[in-house]
T-cell receptor, first 109, second 114 residues
Framework: TQLLEQSPQFLSIQEGENLTVYCNSS?????LQWYRQEPGEGPVLLVT?????EVKKLKRLTFQFGDARKDSSLHITAAQPGDTGLYLC?????????FGTGTRLKVLA | KAGVTQTPRYLIKTRGQQVTLSCSPI?????VSWYQQTPGQGLQFLFE???????NKGNFPGRFSGRQFSNSRSEMNVSTLELGDSALYLC?????????????FGPGTRLTVT
């Protein structure tokens, strides 16, 4: 059974700080998605990474896929209160997604 | 284009009762997936439907069932509710299914079992 571990589990930082969250798997990812979920809402897709070593940027968010495709990271530069939420990684299986344990981020103004 | 809608948004039920949740996918999407989200277990896959056929099912007891209609709308049913069934139930739709196309989530139905 594929397990996706995310770290840290919780993160509380001040506005303007940088942070990195991680997603690790017990086996090789076929592709990996990152989502953000805000309270009372469903997760929203941020990015999909497919190729080992791939780096994608979305404004202040930088996503990296490990060379061996067993890990991924999300780096946020100059965090803002609007970045607050639950960050989830997910890997696609056969007609389903397997989600990570999540990182709950709170950015204080 | 309207997003994924789920009804009801909130529901309170008593142990032993049954419940039916509804999901309307984005127009043109034929795949609907259901997930259960709890603080302890995170987001777990329940089942996926495509063109009225269940293609995959997660590791949940038989009390959890679902179906999809010809217009791609989907329902899930939980019978003989238990306290542990309290959760946020999320539905996601996509064109071709997980792994083939992006999935879009609805806002969820918050089920509380007392």
């Amino acid at each position: 059974t594929q397990l996706l571990e995310q770290s840290p589990q919780f993160l509380s930082i001040q506005e303007g700080e940088n942070l990195t969250v991680y997603c690790n798997s017990s086996s090789v990812f076929s592709s990996l998605q990152w989502y953000r979920q805000e309270p009372g809402e469903g997760p929203v897709l941020l990015v999909t990474v497919v190729t080992g070593g791939e780096v994608k940027k979305l404004k202040r968010l930088t996503f990296q896929f490990g060379d061996a495709r067993k890990d991924s990271s999300l780096h946020i530069t100059a965090a803002q209160p609007g970045d607050t939420g639950l960050y989830l990684c997910a890997e696609s299986g056969t007609y389903k997604y397997i989600f990570g344990t999540g990182t709950r981020l709170k950015v204080l103004a | 284009k309207a997003g994924v809608t789920q009804t009801p948004r909130y529901l309170i039920k008593t142990r032993g009762q049954q419940v039916t949740l509804s999901c309307s996918p984005i127009s043109g999407h034929r795949s609907v997936s259901w997930y259960q989200q709890t603080p302890g277990q995170g987001l777990q896959f329940l089942f996926e439907y495509f063109s009225e056929t269940q293609r995959n099912k997660g590791n949940f007891p038989g009390r959890f069932s679902g179906r999809q209609f010809s217009n791609s709308r989907s329902e899930m049913n939980v019978s003989t509710l238990e306290l542990g069934d309290s959760a946020l139930y999320l539905c996601a739709s996509s064109l071709d299914g997980p792994g083939n196309s992006e999935q879009y989530f609805g806002p969820g139905t918050r089920l509380t079992v007392t």
